[in-house]
């Protein structure tokens, strides 16, 4: 029973990575790009909750590692939303293609 769980979580985490990986590597909108990155960042944390349930020795490592590293995403995401604003404010575009200088003209 504990093997089919996990194959399950790996399954779905995997799916959701794969999801992730598609839109940070195909998309031009930074919006779209930090939410990928952020699905990616559920899939891992959803690996190590998983891996800390069903593994070979269960234990509340892997759960604690995952509110620290969803605390950590918040975090990312809360800078990356403010330097996008700011760069939408001085550049009016959200296109990655156009980020290639952050500088003053």
């Known amino acids: 029973m504990t093997i089919n769980m996990l194959t399950a979580f790996l399954t779905v985490s995997a799916i959701l990575f ?10 031009r909108n930074m919006i779209v790009l930090l939410l990928s990155i952020e699905l990616m960042l559920n899939a891992v944390n959803l690996n190590l909750v998983a891996f ?3 593994g070979m020795t ?5 759960q604690m590692f995952t509110l620290f590293s969803i ?3 918040a975090a990312e995401a809360a800078v ?3 330097i996008l604003l700011a760069f939408y404010r ?3 575009t959200v296109n990655a293609d156009e980020m290639n200088e952050l500088r003053e003209p």
């Open 90 to 92: 001085q550049r009016v």
């Open 58 to 62: 269960p234990s509340l490592h892997g």
């Open 52 to 54: 800390s349930k069903y």
């Open 18 to 27: 794969s999801i992730g990986m598609f839109g940070a590597l195909t998309k």
């Open 71 to 73: 605390a950590i995403a």
């Open 80 to 82: 990356g939303i403010a």
